[in-house]
């Protein structure tokens, strides 16, 4: 059965207020970033974020005030701004229900969601702050019936005599939205290069849109299997979105695009010229295939990767 659908279609049936959500990629790498659009359209909101290492993405929705609470370890442009604009801004107003785990037990929080366990033992984050201070209060925890009770409870090792170690509650993803470099339309996703917490999310998520750089047959993508990432059944949606992860670099398919990213770190500075450029990239754009006209051909052949560097460049610099 086909599951390949239109971006519209995907996130109107399987994007719902309140979701407990989660999206792949890290940072500037492999972020489904036309698919965050389509939602920012469409105008789904109350989130609750199981971030993992997080960019312009979710500083986005959180600058629409999209996000009820969001969980995470790192939110930055990586290389273009220190802490993401809009992110800070909302913490620093209080306006954002925001609970901090380190990276490490982030992305192992979500590998334990993957694995269905009920909660996870962790040495890590003991001896550090993250532990003595919390972001969300019992209270307010209390209110929200999709976020634990808890940040995290001690617990005695059941099977030694060692010293307590600290058990963090594990998510329950209700949709996973993850960009690929190639998919089938039965939903067999192939990743090149680094997976991150893709995977994880793919299996833990109750509903998954996997948006592409190529769609290729069912027969195609077999002939070889060992370079396949996530299984169909993991998938409900598949959208064939060429650049769907830019201004993110898409690995062995295109680069970031440093001049974006500097602009978005110029315009989400001030709360009005980031709504100049909401109105200007997101709203404004009818489509994905529009955003694409507006960025220029030019632009996007410049974002290549050339063989033998992995990246975008200028090889006559390396002509002797």
């Keep these: 059965m086909s599951k390949v659908m239109s971006l519209k279609d995907a996130v109107s049936k399987y994007v719902e207020d309140g979701d407990v959500i989660s999206f792949g990629g890290f940072t500037t790498n492999r972020k489904p970033y036309a698919a965050v659009y389509e939602i920012l359209r469409q105008g789904q909101k109350e989130f609750i974020a199981e971030a993992g290492p997080a960019g312009g993405d979710w500083d986005m929705l959180i600058g ?33 229900l925001f609970e901090d785990y380190s990276q490490d037990v982030e992305m192992l929080r979500l590998h334990a969601a993957s694995l269905g366990l009920p909660y996870l033992p962790v040495k890590l984050m003991m001896g550090t702050d993250l532990v003595d201070k919390w972001g969300i209060s019992k209270e307010e925890r209390q209110k929200i019936d999709k976020l634990p009770n808890d940040k ?25 939205v993850i960009h690929v470099q190639v998919a089938s339309p039965d939903g067999t996703c192939r990743i090149i290069g680094d997976e991150f917490h893709d995977i994880d999310i793919a299996v833990a998520a109750r509903k998954t849109i996997v948006t592409c750089e190529e769609l290729v047959s069912n027969e195609q993508i077999r002939r070889d299997p060992t370079l396949n990432s996530i299984p169909g059944f993991c998938v409900d949606a598949v959208v064939h979105v060429p650049y769907g992860a830019h201004p993110s670099q898409c690995y062995d398919y295109y680069d970031y695009d440093p001049a974006f990213y500097k602009m978005y770190d110029k315009v989400s500075k001030t709360e009005e010229d980031f709504n100049a450029y909401m109105k200007e990239w997101v709203y404004d754009i009818e489509e994905h295939d529009q955003y694409l006209d507006k960025l220029g051909a030019t632009r996007l052949i410049n974002l290549h990767p050339v063989q033998g560097f992995g990246y975008a460049t200028n090889v006559l610099k390396e002509v002797k």
């Design 64 to 96: 629409e005030g999209r996000v009820k609470a969001y969980i995470n370890c790192y939110t930055a442009n990586s290389g273009y701004t220190n802490v993401s604009r809009r992110f800070r801004k909302a913490i620093e107003k209080g306006e954002l």
């Design 152 to 176: 995290f409870v001690y617990v005695e090792n059941p099977f030694t005599d060692d010293k307590k170690v600290v058990a963090v509650p594990v998510p329950v993803i209700d949709t996973a």
